[in-house]
């Protein structure tokens, strides 16, 4: 029997979300549906909303959860109902062409839900990332259900589903940030601010923090950012090079999504040194660089879709490291909300007042 539940849907480009009643149906041959017991409010899904990422409206937003599966589909056997799961948006197919590569962290062809959930109306939705999880209950593919140990709270262990992954593996996956290293990350949000923990995991001896937010700043420090800059008070290439011994940081992190920041991260690095980008540009964004610079100075320009992480590898890893006390997660969370909060959420995020707020159920 197909099930009628909350969620939180962007109708059209803009337009604030509202809470609408979703159909969700039983779960096709490798699905699954969880029930999801929190969820953060990460920008990609403001992204959503202002027609960022695509025009595929109505979104059904949310995509950084954890919670329970209720019931699998036909052939499911990795997940049963019962198990506690962190969603991922990397469900690898084991046979695209980088999977056969050996390099199943950029899977090429990942797994969704085939059914689509929808409007009472029968309206398709797009649910963001191919999860949707501002809903009391979602449908995925059973590949996007990730086990972990269910002593780690939703709330923390949600995050791992997206920011906090993208943050972490920016650093660590994509930028090989290793001990010693120097780290500039530029943008200390929930992404930015995850770079900062895993650089600081791996070892980084100087991690600078480089945002236009004070706040942000001092919550940086928290995540391990040996130093500040605040780029509206101060040149933030000019300050990454003072206290990089004049040559600027081995690995500099992009976590805005906007050229100009983009640019500062270029400059910021040493030679030989590499540019991660992981904030998500908006579709008209362009960027000019000088082109005997780029080659100048060497080095590698990468970008880092969800922290090049493999989430069965990972998501375990990452759980174990916070039981630990090694990786605050609880430090990410700067409110718990209800579903009809996240607008309000939004505009939190836009102000800077929040690091993450997150959806419990
Ligand atoms: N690559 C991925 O897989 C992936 C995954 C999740 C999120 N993202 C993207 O990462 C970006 C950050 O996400 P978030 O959830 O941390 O957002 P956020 O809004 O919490 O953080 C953004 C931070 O950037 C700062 N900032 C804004 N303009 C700046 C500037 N000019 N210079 C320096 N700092 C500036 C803000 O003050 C804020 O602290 C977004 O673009 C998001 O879509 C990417
Ligand atoms: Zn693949
Ligand atoms: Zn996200």
Redesign the pocket.
């Known amino acids: 029997m197909p099930q009628e539940v909350r969620g939180v849907v962007a109708r059209a480009k803009g337009e604030p979300v509202s809470i609408e009643t979703v159909v969700v149906p039983d779960p096709g041959p490798g699905e699954a549906i969880v029930a999801i017991q929190a969820c953060g409010v990460?920008?990609?899904d403001l992204?959503y909303r202002e027609g960022g990422i695509n025009d595929e409206f109505p979104f059904l937003l949310g995509h950084e959860a954890a919670g329970v599966v209720e019931s699998v589909g036909e052939g499911v056997t990795d997940v049963a109902p019962g198990d506690y799961v962190i969603l991922n948006w990397r469900a690898v197919c084991g046979s695209c062409r980088s999977c056969l590569k050996g390099k199943p962290w950029y899977c090429f062809s990942t797994f969704n839900a085939e059914q689509k959930m929808t409007l009472a109306d029968g309206t398709e939705l797009s649910p963001a990332l191919g999860i949707g999880a501002f809903i009391e209950k979602t449908l995925v593919h059973a590949g996007q259900c990730t086990k972990v140990d269910p002593a780690a709270p939703a709330t923390a262990a949600g995050l791992l589903g997206?920011?906090v992954m993208?943050g972490i593996g920016?650093a660590i996956n994509t930028g090989d940030v290793t001990r010693g290293d120097s780290v500039a990350v530029?943008?200390?949000?929930?992404?930015?601010d995850a770079a900062i923990a895993g650089a600081s995991l791996a070892g980084a001896s100087r991690i600078v923090a480089?945002?236009?937010?004070d706040q942000?700043l001092e919550w940086a420090k928290e995540f391990g950012a040996t130093h500040t800059c605040n780029?509206n008070d101060n040149d933030a290439v000019e300050y990454v090079k003072s206290v990089t011994d004049g040559n600027g940081a081995d690995v500099c992190i992009e976590?805005?999504?906007?050229p100009?920041?983009y640019k500062q991260a270029f400059e910021a690095r040493d030679l030989a040194g590499t540019v991660v980008l992981?904030?998500?540009p908006h579709p008209d964004h362009t960027i000019e660089l000088p082109f005997i610079e780029v080659f100048g100075r060497g080095g590698a320009l990468k970008s880092?879709?969800?922290?090049d992480c493999l989430p069965s590898r990972d998501f375990p890893m990452l759980i174990d490291l916070y039981q630990q006390g090694r990786l605050d997660l609880d430090r990410f969370v700067s409110e718990t909300i209800s579903i009809d909060d996240v607008e309000e959420a939004f505009h939190k995020?836009e102000r800077?007042e929040v690091?993450r707020s997150v959806v419990v159920m």
Request: hydrophobic residues 40%.
């Open positions: 990460c920008h990609t992204h997206c920011g993208a920016a530029f943008g200390c949000g929930g992404v930015g480089v945002d236009i937010d942000k780029a976590a805005v999504g906007n100009e920041v992981v904030g998500v880092s879709w969800y922290g995020m800077g690091l």
